[in-house]
């Protein structure tokens, strides 16, 4: 089994759907919990992290469930420009083991 | 402000050639140091990882070996490249005790 598991896609939305991807991780110990966003044949770059209590920035939310071990990122209102591909990354303590996901590739389309 | 840069940014390289990829860090002071490789279509693999000088942890058995000669400076090498070592490789940084990787701009490597 993966550390870290996502469904590649890819997803295609018209603007203005909601989207939702899922990840799960296999390590019960892991610490930390962030969504990147990578741009094709460009680096990864931070999202948004991920707390237990749940987070929101702008049309963006992320969840956590420790119990089941999953991660979600919901986008609301999508905008042609939030075509990406989009990795759910785990961390332990202190971020010495940092494993990202495949990634879910999103096209957002008029 | 922190900055990471990687170079060069594409490399061309027959079967059987030596690689040197450098990664050096600025304004920040013994961060964590990671090298990543993505394969076409594929995640982040995680190849090395770095807590300070000298100190390198490998995470898969490969052609390849990471050294880190000074504080802010990481480089990935290999004697001879293999057909597969073709993929993307990125460079990043974290601050202990904070997860968060920043990456570099990343190199594309191809061997032919």
């Known amino acids: 089994r993966k550390e870290v598991e996502q469904d590649p896609g890819p997803f295609n939305v018209p603007e203005g759907a909601t989207v939702a991807f899922n990840c799960t991780y296999s390590?019960?110990?892991?610490?930390?919990f962030f969504w990147y966003r990578q741009d094709c044949r460009k680096e990864p770059k931070l999202l948004m992290s991920?707390?237990?209590s749940g987070n929101e920035d702008g049309r963006f939310t992320a969840q956590l469930n420790r119990a089941s071990q999953y991660i979600s990122l919901l986008i609301r209102d999508s905008k042609l420009s939030d075509s990406a591909t989009y990795l759910c990354?785990?961390?332990?303590?202190?971020?010495?083991?940092?494993?990202f996901g495949a990634g879910t590739r999103l096209f957002v389309k008029a | 402000s922190q900055t990471i840069h990687q170079w060069p940014a594409t490399l061309v390289q027959p079967v059987g050639s030596p690689l040197s990829l450098e990664c050096t860090v600025e304004?920040?002071?013994?961060?964590?140091l990671y090298w990543y490789r993505q394969a076409a279509g594929r995640g982040l693999q995680l190849l090395f990882y770095?807590?300070?000088?000298?100190?390198i942890s490998s995470e898969v058995p490969q052609n390849l070996s990471a050294s880190r000669p000074q504080d802010r400076q990481f480089i990935l090498s290999s004697k001879k490249l293999l057909l597969s070592d073709s993929g993307f490789y990125l460079c990043?940084?974290?601050?202990?005790?904070?997860?968060?990787?920043?990456f570099g701009q990343g190199t594309r490597l191809t061997v032919v």
């Open positions: 390590n019960s110990a892991s610490q930390s």
């Open positions: 991920v707390y237990s």
């Open positions: 990354v785990v961390s332990n303590t202190g971020g010495f083991k940092t494993i």
């Open positions: 770095s807590v300070g000088i000298g100190q």
């Open positions: 304004g920040t002071s013994n961060p964590n």
């Open positions: 990043a940084w974290s601050v202990l005790g904070n997860a968060e990787a920043f």
